[in-house]
């Protein structure tokens, strides 16, 4: 099983920047790639950044390409989603997942590890 922990949530007016965390732990290995979610209420979940454990790719979503950036520390076992120039819409909580190879990584469905999510609230 992999466990993961995000932190770095909060409150933040627009304009500003944030940077969340997720830690890793367990069979981390088995991890191909580490991805970040939003969920805002009423609202399905939605894709927001992966990024490919091994290598290093990245993928963004189209909303916040150019704002958002995912990195991730394999020494750490942790992935960030360092975001800057933040806006009402992007207020949501936030969510860690992580999934073994295969498949697409657009969907929630594919991924079988996730965190307890992070309250992202961002005032006009």
């Known amino acids: 099983q992999v466990q993961l922990v995000e932190s770095g949530g909060g409150l933040v007016q627009a304009g500003g920047s944030l940077r969340l965390s997720c830690a890793a732990s367990?069979?981390?290995?088995?991890?191909?790639?580490a991805s970040w979610f939003r969920q805002a209420p009423g609202k399905e979940r939605e894709f927001v950044a992966a990024i490919r454990w091994s290598e290093g790719n990245t993928n963004y979503a189209d909303s916040v390409k150019g704002r958002f950036t995912i990195s991730r520390d394999n020494a750490k076992n942790t992935v960030y989603l360092q975001m800057n120039s933040l806006k009402p819409e992007d207020t949501a909580v936030y969510y860690c997942?992580?999934?073994?190879?295969?498949?697409?990584?657009?969907?929630?469905?594919?991924?079988?590890?996730w965190g307890q999510g992070t309250q992202v609230t961002v005032s006009s």
């Open positions: 997942a992580a999934k073994p190879t295969g498949g697409t990584k657009y969907y929630p469905s594919q991924y079988p590890h």
């Open positions: 367990g069979r981390t290995f088995s991890i191909y790639t």
